[in-house]
């Protein structure tokens, strides 16, 4: 195509200034990112197996928590987007991550049917909302430039560490003390980051709100769902949300159903993690220095190649796929960022990449509860599975066709 997007970054001092100024939102992302609601999803796998041994619940009746939890952030996020744009990261998270640990002890301590197992994990996508990525990535966007890819891609390893961190952990409470104990631990976890709120340097929400928007560059809402790379955006990542987190509650059974032992299959379930841990800051300093579109696709293509490789050879290549995927799921949230943020730039971006992130979740919720039911009907993922690869192909085909985007400041 011959359209060509200009981004809205323009230099603003050096690099290392914006890291001495933002780390410690850097912190505060990466950490809230790691123990918000995003996490719910890295724990559901471990949760399988004794949820159906205590209720008898079939897996896609498991995985329809998922369904309900992403359709509830899928409702809230573009009124909680609105809010971020008015009143900053630092008000709605005070309110959002109480109300997120309320959610996860009520799961612990109330849940006694599927009914109220589904209604708590809606629940925490509503009341949750703002403990999700697009508060976290919101908080970079405001306080980098220069070094925006590198630091949404040390935000987004927070998501790569809990699912390195918490499968295991889950997987070693669940042994001991049961599934009831795995949540309130969840809920330790996820006050970290409002301690952490008061030492992350965030705009007050009195400037935020004394800002007019219109003034600032980029598209306004209007402005955006008239352009295809808007609804580029949503399709490509609605397609990556299914085909990526697919398998990611599935490993874990997956692997217990062909005879490996539950706590060494979510140790191998964790290997996700490490491939995005390891990925996702490499490759939001690639996004700095180079197209990122073309750093992304060759990722998203192998993360395709390691699901077709789980159907060809089962477990014995279980370490390998999981590293794709993680990999693979490194770079969808890093580049959902990144060329939202390219693309849409900052006038309304809180509500545009609500919107985003909001399909991507819808994608990331039909995508394992598909998935469960195909396995209940088939007793087999290689549907899923084939699938999953078909995705993750159409996405780098659009994604390759998108218009370029240029910056005014170089990286």
Same mark, same amino acid.
Not at 102 to 112: A, G, K, N, P, Y
């Given at each position: 195509m011959a359209e060509t997007i200009t981004s809205d970054t323009a230099a603003q001092g050096a690099a290392p200034s914006e890291f001495r100024r933002g780390w410690p939102t850097v912190v505060f992302g990466a950490v809230g990112a790691g123990v918000g609601l995003s996490s719910l !999803?890295?724990?559901?796998?471990t949760m399988v197996v004794p949820l159906q041994e205590e209720f008898g619940w079939g897996r896609g009746e498991i995985n329809l928590a998922s369904l309900v939890s992403s359709l509830g952030l899928a409702a809230a996020l573009p009124f909680v987007g609105r809010f971020?744009?008015?009143? !900053?990261?630092?008000?709605?998270?005070?309110?959002?991550?109480?109300?997120f640990v309320v959610v996860l002890v009520m799961l612990s301590v109330f849940t006694s049917s599927?009914?109220?197992f589904l209604a708590f994990y809606a629940l925490a996508g509503v009341l949750g909302a703002g403990t999700s990525a697009?508060?976290?990535?919101? @908080?970079?966007?405001?306080?980098?430039?220069?070094?925006? !890819?590198?630091?949404?891609?040390?935000? @987004?390893?927070?998501?790569?560490a809990a699912g390195l961190v918490l499968p295991p952990l889950m997987g070693t409470v669940i042994a001991a003390d049961g599934w009831r104990a795995a949540y309130l631990t969840m809920a330790l976890l996820g006050a970290l980051p409002f301690v952490l709120l008061f030492f992350a340097r965030l705009s007050a929400p009195a400037s935020v709100a004394a800002v007019d928007r219109s003034t600032l560059p980029g598209l306004s809402v209007p402005e955006a769902l008239r352009t295809r790379a808007f609804w580029s955006l949503c399709i490509v990542f609605f397609l990556l949300g299914w085909a990526l987190l697919t398998m990611v509650p599935h490993f874990v059974p997956l692997l217990i159903d062909s005879g490996v032992d539950p706590?060494? @299959?979510?140790?191998?379930?964790?290997?996700?993690?490490?491939?995005?841990?390891?990925?996702?800051?490499?490759?939001?300093?690639?996004?700095?220095?180079?197209? @990122?579109t073309y750093v992304a696709v060759p990722l998203f293509l192998a993360a395709a190649l390691g699901c077709l490789l789980l159907l060809w050879a089962g477990p014995a290549v279980a370490p390998l796929t999981a590293l794709l995927i993680g990999i693979g799921f490194g770079a969808e949230i890093d580049l959902m960022g990144y060329l939202s943020s390219r693309y849409l730039g900052p006038r309304a971006f809180g509500i545009l990449y609500?919107?985003?992130?909001?399909?991507?979740?819808?994608g990331s919720a039909f995508g394992p509860v598909v998935a469960g039911f195909t396995f209940d009907a088939t007793g087999s993922y290689s549907i899923p599975l084939v699938v999953a690869a078909s995705m993750m192909v159409v996405a780098a085909v659009i994604l390759l066709t998108l218009p370029r985007f240029t910056k005014e400041a170089a990286a």
């Amino acid at each position: 195509m011959a359209e060509t997007i200009t981004s809205d970054t323009a230099a603003q001092g050096a690099a290392p200034s914006e890291f001495r100024r933002g780390w410690p939102t850097v912190v505060f992302g990466a950490v809230g990112a790691g123990v918000g609601l995003s996490s719910l !999803g890295y724990i559901l796998g471990t949760m399988v197996v004794p949820l159906q041994e205590e209720f008898g619940w079939g897996r896609g009746e498991i995985n329809l928590a998922s369904l309900v939890s992403s359709l509830g952030l899928a409702a809230a996020l573009p009124f909680v987007g609105r809010f971020l744009d008015r009143f !900053g990261v630092k008000r709605v998270s005070m309110i959002s991550i109480p109300l997120f640990v309320v959610v996860l002890v009520m799961l612990s301590v109330f849940t006694s049917s599927l009914a109220t197992f589904l209604a708590f994990y809606a629940l925490a996508g509503v009341l949750g909302a703002g403990t999700s990525a697009v508060t976290y990535s919101k @908080a970079v966007i405001d306080a980098f430039d220069r070094r925006r !890819g590198i630091a949404l891609g040390i935000v @987004a390893g927070g998501l790569g560490a809990a699912g390195l961190v918490l499968p295991p952990l889950m997987g070693t409470v669940i042994a001991a003390d049961g599934w009831r104990a795995a949540y309130l631990t969840m809920a330790l976890l996820g006050a970290l980051p409002f301690v952490l709120l008061f030492f992350a340097r965030l705009s007050a929400p009195a400037s935020v709100a004394a800002v007019d928007r219109s003034t600032l560059p980029g598209l306004s809402v209007p402005e955006a769902l008239r352009t295809r790379a808007f609804w580029s955006l949503c399709i490509v990542f609605f397609l990556l949300g299914w085909a990526l987190l697919t398998m990611v509650p599935h490993f874990v059974p997956l692997l217990i159903d062909s005879g490996v032992d539950p706590v060494r @299959a979510a140790f191998l379930s964790s290997l996700v993690g490490v491939g995005t841990v390891i990925a996702r800051p490499v490759i939001g300093w690639l996004f700095d220095r180079f197209y @990122a579109t073309y750093v992304a696709v060759p990722l998203f293509l192998a993360a395709a190649l390691g699901c077709l490789l789980l159907l060809w050879a089962g477990p014995a290549v279980a370490p390998l796929t999981a590293l794709l995927i993680g990999i693979g799921f490194g770079a969808e949230i890093d580049l959902m960022g990144y060329l939202s943020s390219r693309y849409l730039g900052p006038r309304a971006f809180g509500i545009l990449y609500s919107i985003v992130y909001s399909v991507f979740m819808i994608g990331s919720a039909f995508g394992p509860v598909v998935a469960g039911f195909t396995f209940d009907a088939t007793g087999s993922y290689s549907i899923p599975l084939v699938v999953a690869a078909s995705m993750m192909v159409v996405a780098a085909v659009i994604l390759l066709t998108l218009p370029r985007f240029t910056k005014e400041a170089a990286a």
